[in-house]
């Protein structure tokens, strides 16, 4: 993705790199409950924040996501994730 104004994410350890486009980002992360979390949403624990996550499906109280980023596949409780891309 190419930020037409913003700036460039990245950990200290160079494992995530984002560019944010500011104003978009900005607008469109919203804080959710756990029940309006369905599968093939954006998802972060932070706003916008990395890693940011796709959400494959959910049982119980458990996600399975898949990492932005990187591709890579995670479970993590529901409770972790608070924030939600809203398209």
Same mark, same amino acid.
């Given at each position: 993705m190419?930020?037409?104004?913003g700036?460039?994410?990245a950990d200290p350890? #160079?494992r995530y790199?984002?560019?944010?486009?500011?104003?978009?980002?900005? =607008?469109?992360?919203i804080a959710? $409950?756990? !029940?309006?979390?369905?599968?093939g949403?954006?998802?972060s624990a932070?706003?916008? #924040?990395l890693?940011?996550?796709?959400v494959i499906?959910l049982?119980?109280? =458990?996600?399975s996501?898949?990492? $932005?980023? !990187?591709?890579?596949?995670?479970?993590a409780?529901l409770?972790?994730?608070?924030?939600?891309?809203?398209?």
């Open positions: 190419r930020a037409q104004s700036f460039t994410v350890d #160079g790199r984002l560019e944010v486009d500011v104003e978009q980002r900005a =607008r469109h992360w959710i $409950e756990r !029940s309006e979390i369905k599968a949403d954006l998802v932070e706003a916008g #924040g890693p940011i996550y796709r499906a049982e119980d109280q =458990r996600t996501l898949r990492e $932005e980023q !990187s591709g890579r596949d995670h479970v409780p409770s972790a994730l608070h924030w939600k891309f809203a398209s």
